[in-house]
Every structure is written in C-alpha cells, then in structure tokens.
C-alpha cells in the first residue's frame, strides 16, 4: 500500500536547522509530487510548499521563502524538507503528503504520521 | 490572497446528519478537498474535487459545491466521525488554502 514514513522528533535552538525527511513506498515515486504542511500546537494545517519529485521543480509559501528547501533523492525514494533560522514560532508538526493533481488542482493523499519539530533554547 | 471560512464547531446527535461548511468568494468554481484529522493523528483525505471519495471512505460522507459555500455532509455520525475536518482549495494566487478547520463532536 502508498505509504510514507517520516523521520523522527526533532529539538532544535532558535537560529538552528532541520531536515526532516520522507520516505515513500508503494507507488512509483517520480509519478507524484510531494508537499509539506505543519500544524503548530492546538492550531490548523499550514501549506509549506511542494516538490515534483519528477524533475525537482519547487514552489514555496510565500511565508517561507528563502528559509526553506525541499529536495528529493529518487534514488531512495526520499523527500526531505529543510527549514533554517529557526524560530519559537516554527515549533509544529511537520507532515509529508503524497501530491494527487488534475488539471492544476492538487490535494494530498496519503500523507506522513508527521514530524514533530520543537524549537527552544 | 483567497481566504476560506469554517465554522470553529460543530455538533450533531448520534445517527443523525452532520453539516460542515467552507465558504469562499465564488468557492463553486473551484475544485474542494476535505481532509479528517483525529487527535494526534495525521490528517486523513475523505472527499476529492467536491463530491468524490476515496477507497476506503464510508458512503456517509459526501460533498456538495456552489455559489459560495462548499459543505461536507456526513450522514448516520457515528462516535469514531469526532475529529477535526478541513477544507482545501489551490487557488492561482496563493497556491494551497486551507480553511481553519471544524470541530465535530458527535452527542
């Protein structure tokens, strides 16, 4: 079955960096794109950007611009999201999920049991 | 940038049918998805381009879009429907929306 399994929690100082990564299986992996979306404590699902794990083509949140990258090795059929300058506010789960398109409409199935990520000093 | 508007809550007896809306400026001329998230899990996608669902989804959820509201409708609650659902849209300007999210408990 499609399946992607997330790398593990993560404690970081403000200012550091993380790498989270997104390991796929069951499905042809250059086939679909990747996106990331987190989830801070006790609030809703904020879209981070997506990954064609095809050709590598990157389109970012506006928000995160220039803090973050999302890059794929098909080789291990792994996507991984790297967010740097990091800060009180970046504390949130992170969730991989499988990008399913038509026509320019994009939704997310299946995604990742998520990442969390805890930015303190 | 598009913006799209939920209820914070929402409540329904057991067995009966349950409304969650997702508004939007001109919402029906776009393609809707619902996602349900349970406490402390990943969020799972239950209707895809307004109406359809996925294998695995109970026919007792369903999906309408128009005008300005898009609504997720799921008949026959049941306890295990308690979570939190979300609406998406991607819009040309913004790219991926998400609404707020709606909390559904189930009496």
């Known amino acids: 079955q499609v399946q992607l399994v997330q790398s593990g929690a993560e404690v970081k100082k403000p200012g550091a960096s993380v790498k989270v990564s997104c390991k796929a299986s069951g499905y042809t992996f250059t086939s679909y794109g990747i996106s990331w979306v987190r989830q801070a404590p006790g609030q809703g699902l904020e879209w981070m950007g997506w990954i064609s794990a095809y050709n590598g083509n990157t389109n970012y949140a506006q928000k995160l611009q220039g803090r973050v990258t999302m890059t794929t090795d098909t080789s291990t059929s792994t996507a991984y999201m790297e967010l740097r300058s990091l800060r009180s506010d970046d504390t949130a789960v992170y969730y991989c999920?499988?990008?399913?398109?038509?026509?320019?409409?994009?939704?997310?199935?299946?995604w990742g049991q998520g990442t969390l990520v805890t930015v303190s000093s | 940038s598009y913006e799209l508007t939920q209820p914070l809550s929402v409540s329904v007896a057991l067995g009966q049918t349950a409304r969650i809306t997702c508004g939007g400026n001109?919402?029906?001329?776009?393609?809707v998805h619902w996602y349900q998230q349970k406490p402390g899990q990943a969020p799972v996608l239950v209707i895809y381009r307004d109406s359809n669902r996925p294998s695995g989804i109970p026919e007792r959820f369903s999906g309408s879009n128009s005008g300005n509201t898009a609504t997720l409708t799921i008949s026959r609650a049941q306890a295990g429907d308690e979570a939190d659902y979300y609406c998406?849209?991607?819009?040309?300007?913004?790219?991926?929306?998400f609404g707020g999210g709606t909390k559904l408990t189930v009496l």
């Open positions: 999920a499988r990008v399913d398109s038509s026509g320019g409409d994009s939704w997310f199935d299946p």
């Open positions: 001109n919402i029906g001329s776009k393609n």
């Open positions: 998406q849209v991607w819009d040309s300007s913004t790219d991926v929306v």
